[in-house]
Every structure is written in structure tokens, then in C-alpha cells.
């Protein structure tokens, strides 16, 4: 089902009718974007919102700058672990359990929101009756330079679709939701995902998390870019492509939702062609190579074949 765009604004409603926001912003040693984050956040045109800050016990500066930021009324709490987790996802949890608003954003601590990012985002999930909804993102380098990078067509507009659906086509391969902070999400949906079972894939929580939220009911699509998804070299995602982890990961939570849904012969051979794809990859490690191509050998449709018939998925989905 697809909706056209319309502009959103909450300028006709009280403060009192807005449903609040938990802003919940995780971070580890981005001392340097802290303060640009921060501004983007206080920078929203949609007024109702909390913030939660995490710091997992950084080696930098960030938890003064933070403690700074913490002084505003609009901030609700700031953490500051002793000690190092090393998962993110735990870093969620905690963020979840304080939070009191309806909705939730996980605003990553390197990235950059648009002023309308809430104001459009909570119109959308309102709107659509949505558990989720997600926006395109700009790319942009570790000076806040913009990423060129290609954008099928499918993505130039905005849509709306059942999770179910959207789980089978965009979240078991590639996982098309890559950035937490391009989304807002339900609390209470959210209520409804087991945490400690997001927190044992270290490398691909978020996406076993946008699945179970998703399988929960409507998922809708913004294809405003309101998010900036910084790409740098401290990036713990690259360490984890380096040995084949989130490849690794992937597999296991393919295992996992396969039963719950209802995937044809091509949805496996389409999943699992990504996959093969994703061990080619000239930033996967021999060792890192080696590991992922053993895991997802289990699956009889891995492999050259499955990975053809992607292909032709995804010329598909360009159109």
C-alpha cells in the first residue's frame, strides 16, 4: 500500500495534547559529534520530548560534555557506566526502562537529526497507525560532508506496509533499517521484545529488534531524508564485517524467525543470495570469510544460484 507525502505540523496543538518522545541517545568515545547531536536534538520543532543519556564508559571527554548537556531541563537522566559493557544493545535496555514517553527514538550519539525529523516522524506513526516508521538518511562522512550513494526507486517515496510483509522483504536479507537513528517506534511495542535475547547478537541486535517490533503490526516508510548517518572510522559496525560476525549473527537470527513466517522457496534463495553476497565482500577477513560461509552452508539454498536469483529480486525492487 503505498501513501503520498504530506506535510506535517503540529502548530495546532497544545503541548498538553502532543504525545511525548523518549529520546534515548547511547554513546562510547564520540566526544568530538556530541555537541552537533546535541544541538539537533534541542533543535527539534516538535516540542515534546524527554532525553535519556547513556555513556558506556568512555575514554574520552564525552561524559564532561555530557554531563554539560545534562544541566537542561529537557534531559531526564544521565548515566554513566564504571565500566565498559561493550553492547550496545544493553545500552538500549537500560535507555527502555527509563523511558516514560509513548514513543521512542534511539538517537546514535555520531549522528544528525533535522529539525522536522520528530515533527515528521510522529505525524507518520500517528498517522498510519504504525508501530515504526523510518526516514531515509544522507550519508555523511566524519566531517559531516554528504556520502554520494545510489537510492533505488522504491525508496524515492513514501509507503506503508504490513510488518509481516516488510520482515520477509526488507529486514531477513540486507537489513534495509541501518540506522537506529532514523527511527521512532512504539514504547509499548517495544515492551513486548525480549531485551536479553537482542543483547546476545552484539553485531545485529537492532536488526532481530526491528523484526520483532515489525511482526507487531504496520511498519511505514518517509522518504524525506531527516537523518544524517555519520560513517567513520571508529565505527564498531566495521570491526564486526572484519571477522564475519554480523554475517555470522544474521544466519542465527534467520534460524530463529524462519518458523514464525511463512518464506517460499525464492524467499529463502533470495535471503540466503544476499548472505553468499555479503562473504565476498573484500572487508570480511579470510578467517572472517571462512566462518560466515560455514554458518550459512547449513542452509541447502546458499550458495552462486540463490545468489543470481537475488540479483533478479533486486532488479525487481529497483522498479
Known sequence: MHISKKSSTFAHLSVRAMKKVTVIMPNYNHAPYLKERMESIFSQDYPEFEIILLDDASTDDSAAILREYAKDPRVKTLIVNESNSGNTFLQWERGLKEATGEYIWIAESDD???????????NAIERDKAVLA?????????EGKPIERSRDT??????????????????????????????????????QVDMAQVAQFT???????????????????VSEALNRF????????????????????????????????SLTGRDKHVICGYHWKATQRPTVSEEGRASAIEAWSAEPEFGRLSFLMYLLQRAKDKC
Request: glycine letters at 4%.
Open 112 to 122: 544528525v537529526a533535522e529539525p522536522a525529523f520528530l515533527s515528521r516522524m510522529v
Open 134 to 142: 523510518f526516514c531515509h538518511s544522507q550519508w555523511i562522512d566524519s
Open 154 to 191: 522504491r525508496w524515492n517515496r513514501d509507503f506503508l506496509m504490513a510488518g509481516f510483509s516488510f520482515v520477509k522483504q526488507y529486514l531477513l536479507a540486507y537489513n534495509n533499517i541501518c540506522n537506529a537513528s532514523a527511527v521512532l517506534f512504539r514504547r509499548d511495542a517495544a515492551q
Open 203 to 221: 553485531a545485529s541486535g537492532d536488526r532481530l529488534f526491528w523484526i520483532r517490533l515489525a511482526l507487531q503490526g504496520r511498519v511505514a516508510f
Open 230 to 261: 555519520r560513517q567513520h572510522a571508529q565505527k564498531v559496525s566495521g570491526s564486526a564485517e572484519e571477522k564475519g560476525l554480523n554475517i555470522i549473527q544474521d544466519h542465527e537470527i534467520y534460524r530463529l524467525i524462519a518458523p514464525e513466517l
